[in-house]
């Protein structure tokens, strides 16, 4: 990766600053990026569905527009509240150029009815970060169930991949910075 990016991360609504924390820490151990928090957003209750009794994931993600970032910086923002998208009953997250979210609310074990257990909280937190951190780099899902950018259908897929890029998403990324490169000199 020839650019060091940053990415800011967004809290929306009540987030535990342990998972923040976690991200800071762990995001450029995978990508070299620039990591730091920006103010806490509100969780607008406009977004919430009450039949469902989740949010609409893709609004909140379009909410985040309103946050200034430069070319070279990726937006995440993290919310504890449990997300729907247009086609999914549930998302661990969702992504667009430049900007991604996820959700930690089905990433608990406590949600499966296992112990908590802050080591595999953890591991998915990252993972899926790191996974919608991909998706605003412009990666496709990559058909390799152990690379981070895998589709997760469910929990069991974000428990075998790692937040690990493949080689083979390792080169993409290097591919679409040199294409970013590009349009800048021209
Ligand atoms: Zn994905
Ligand atoms: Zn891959």
Not at 15 to 30: F, G, H, M
Request: aromatic content about 10%.
């Amino acid at each position: 990766m020839g650019k060091c990016p940053g990415v800011i991360l967004v809290p929306i609504g009540e987030v535990d600053p342990v998972t923040i924390a976690w991200l800071k820490e762990d995001i450029p151990k995978i990508l070299p990026a620039n990591v730091r928090e920006s103010a806490p957003q509100s969780l607008s209750p406009r977004h919430f569905q009450n039949d469902r009794n989740q949010y609409f994931a893709d609004s909140l993600l379009s909410d985040l527009s309103s946050i200034a970032r430069d070319e070279n910086t990726l937006l995440l923002g993290i919310t504890g509240a449990d997300l729907f998208s247009a086609s999914l009953n549930y998302v661990f997250g969702i992504a667009c150029t430049g900007r991604a979210l996820i959700s930690t609310f089905r990433l608990r074990p406590e949600v499966y009815g296992m112990p908590p257990n802050p080591k595999v909280f953890r591991w998915r937190v990252v993972t899926e970060g790191v996974h919608e951190l991909g998706h605003a780099l412009g990666l496709p899902h990559c058909e390799y169930p152990g690379c981070v950018m895998y589709f997760s259908n469910w929990i069991g897929d974000t428990d075998r991949k790692s937040p690990e890029f493949c080689y083979r998403c390792r080169r993409r990324i290097e591919y679409l910075d040199t294409v970013v490169k590009r349009k800048e000199e021209v």
